[in-house]
């Protein structure tokens, strides 16, 4: 079994920035692929980014892509999101989630959930 923690949610205005962390604790933190999603809503849960086991490849939807940056401390257990120039559309609740085995740049089998912090950006 795996617990996932996330933290560092918040308000920011647009244009600004904020950092996610995922803390992980139960098991071998590098023997998982990790992602970020989030959740707006009325809406589905989408696929936001996903980093290897190494931390060597990262992989992320469009509408972040050079906004975002996922990466890992496997020493510290942690996964973060960084997320800089934030537009109301990011507001979402964001939830990290470990896989075992699988592409790690495929957006599903994830077998643990964390249970996710707010995003909230302003216009």
């Known amino acids: 079994q795996v617990r996932l923690v996330e933290s560092g949610g918040g308000l920011v205005q647009a244009g600004g920035s904020l950092r996610l962390s995922c803390a992980a604790s139960g098991r071998t933190f590098s023997n998982y692929a990790m992602g970020w999603f989030r959740q707006a809503p009325g809406k589905e849960r989408e696929f936001v980014a996903a980093?290897?086991?190494?931390?060597?490849?990262?992989y992320y939807r469009d509408s972040v892509k050079g906004r975002f940056t996922i990466s890992r401390d496997n020493a510290k257990n942690t996964v973060y999101l960084q997320m800089n120039s934030l537009k109301p559309e990011d507001t979402a609740v964001y939830s990290c989630?470990?896989?075992?085995?699988?592409?790690?740049?495929?957006?599903?089998?994830?077998?643990?959930w964390g249970q996710g912090t707010q995003v909230t950006v302003s216009s």
């Open positions: 989630a470990a896989k075992e085995s699988g592409l790690y740049y495929s957006p599903v089998g994830y077998d643990y």
């Open positions: 980093i290897s086991w190494s931390g060597g490849g990262t």
